[in-house]
């Protein structure tokens, strides 16, 4: 009896190792923010290019040189950093690349996702953290063009629940190191 166990904790350590090196890399050191992958996974959607989307005329994506393929994946360059916030100043949405930072004083809240396409729509997918439960979930954080300049975005968690918005978020005129308080 005492063989099977050991023989049963050697495979299961041996399949876990075997897991591990066979997932794709995602995280620092590889081109992500360490949340995309699994995000992108879990909602069945490919990173893609924020600059080949319906809000990159918003991004000012039009006035950069044509994306050049990255290393990561075949994923081309995306945004140069433009931050956006609420007319409050209480919601920051930092885009930098194909990557999404967004952070809510008032619920306490941070996303960070990269920018892809599911059958759903194009989305930034990724983590959010809940700084009152120190949860975390996956997310999706969708963007279009707002009327009169700026984008609309809703945060949505995997089940589909709506986290945040819509709401509005301008081009911030100067920027914002943190959401101001609630």
């Known amino acids: 009896m005492r063989a099977s166990t050991r023989n049963a904790w050697f495979t299961a350590v041996a399949l876990a190792?075997?897991?591990t090196l066979s997932l794709p890399g995602c995280g620092p050191g590889v081109g992500g923010t360490g949340t995309g992958g699994a995000?992108?996974?879990a909602f069945g959607a490919t990173a893609t290019s924020v600059c080949g989307s319906a809000i990159a005329l918003e991004?000012?994506?039009a006035q950069a040189p044509a994306p050049a393929p990255s290393s990561a994946g075949g994923q081309t360059a995306g945004t140069s950093p433009v931050q956006l916030?609420?007319?409050?100043?209480r919601v920051t949405l930092d885009l930098a690349g194909n990557t999404a930072t967004l952070?809510?004083?008032c619920l306490k809240l941070r996303f960070d996702g990269d920018f892809g396409?599911?059958?759903?729509?194009d989305a930034f997918f990724g983590t959010v953290r809940l700084q009152v439960s120190?949860?975390?979930?996956l997310g999706a954080l969708t963007a279009a063009p707002a009327t009169g300049g700026g984008l609309t975005v809703e945060l949505r968690d995997r089940d589909g629940k709506t986290l945040l918005g819509p709401l509005v978020l301008q081009h911030a005129t100067v920027p914002v190191a943190a959401p101001n308080g609630c």
């Open 59 to 61: 991004l000012g994506c």
């Open 134 to 137: 120190n949860a975390e979930t």
């Open 39 to 41: 995000a992108l996974s």
């Open 17 to 19: 190792v075997a897991t």
């Open 103 to 105: 952070a809510s004083s």
């Open 85 to 89: 916030v609420d007319a409050g100043g």
């Open 117 to 121: 396409h599911a059958a759903s729509g």
